[in-house]
């Protein structure tokens, strides 16, 4: 844009320019830095010469093939993910159908919002400590429910048997997170055309049959950010399980995050295995948020594109022919 021989478009790059310099200096080039070190033998708190290993990929190697606890966190990460992810996106789209439904017209929507959406502001310690006095052994408030109610005849030490660990951190991650990715399918919800929905009404659908047949397919990038979102949070949780349990019982919450998170900072302070486990981390979230992509795909538009091109080609080829 320009007035009067000033050309203003400059100023856009004035403003971008703090963003740009804060991504290169504290997100780019650690992230650049962590790729580099994990070919290197860097380890210690004392400073050493850092060399490049004489085979590159050895921790890489190490990690995957000879390292029984690196992946035994990706099996916990990819079970406590799964554990907590499927109810959550079902419980998210149930609210979601239930907020939305012109029929119903339910009342006082903004406070149930607000009240299902709290447990995502309340801090990671604030929940573990909660949790951890809820299940607390031998005198806790579980414990007694179950007592009064028969359950059990003794107090139970739920925190020391490895199902139970898991199935209380995969609640946790749903507790807190469900009311975000319903606010999020509801914001989705209401851009989608009002009159898709009176054309279903008027038609004789019903609630269901317009959620399912409407709502859904017009969700469709909303759906794919949310499963992309949770998987690359799911591979990354780290707090509930290092501030609940430690990664405790015997490795059972051991997420990969916490393996990253022992190797850098304790014991013999392993900075090449620490990155290179973040790099194969970071391999595994772009293939599965590329296999996502395509899952998800609009293949009517996939379609229509193709047709397209076939009948550009076509009609290029009898040009020629003519």
Known sequence: MRRKGINYSKFGYLFSLPFLLAFLVFSFYPVLYTAVIGFTDMKGVIP??????????DNFKYLLFDNVSFRTSLSNTALIWILNFIPQIAFALLLTAWFTNQRLKVRGQGAFKVLLYMPNIITASTIAVLFNSLFSYPMGPINSLFETFGWIHEPVNFLQDKTTAQGIV???????????TMIILIAGVMGI??????????????????????TLPSLRTIMLYTLITSTIGGLQLFDIPQLFLYGG??????????????????????FNRAAAA?????????VLAGLLFYLMRDRDAARA??????????AKAAARGI
């Not at 050493?48 to 990929?57: A, E, T």
């Not at 995969?170 to 975000?180: E, L, R, V």
């Open 305 to 314: 594109k193709k047709a397209l091109r076939n009948r550009n080609k076509a």
């Open 249 to 270: 019982p015997d490795d059972a919450t051991l997420t990969t995050s916490v393996f990253i998170y022992g190797q850098a900072f304790k014991g013999s302070y392993m």
């Open 48 to 57: 050493k010469p850092v060399h490049i290993l004489d085979h590159p990929f």
């Open 170 to 180: 995969a609640f946790i991650q749903w507790w807190m997170w469900y009311g975000n």
């Open 193 to 214: 055309n009002p009159a898709l929905f009176e054309a279903a009404s008027i038609d004789g659908a019903s609630g269901w049959q317009i959620f399912f047949r409407v």
């Open 278 to 286: 973040s790099m194969i981390m970071f391999v595994i979230a772009a």
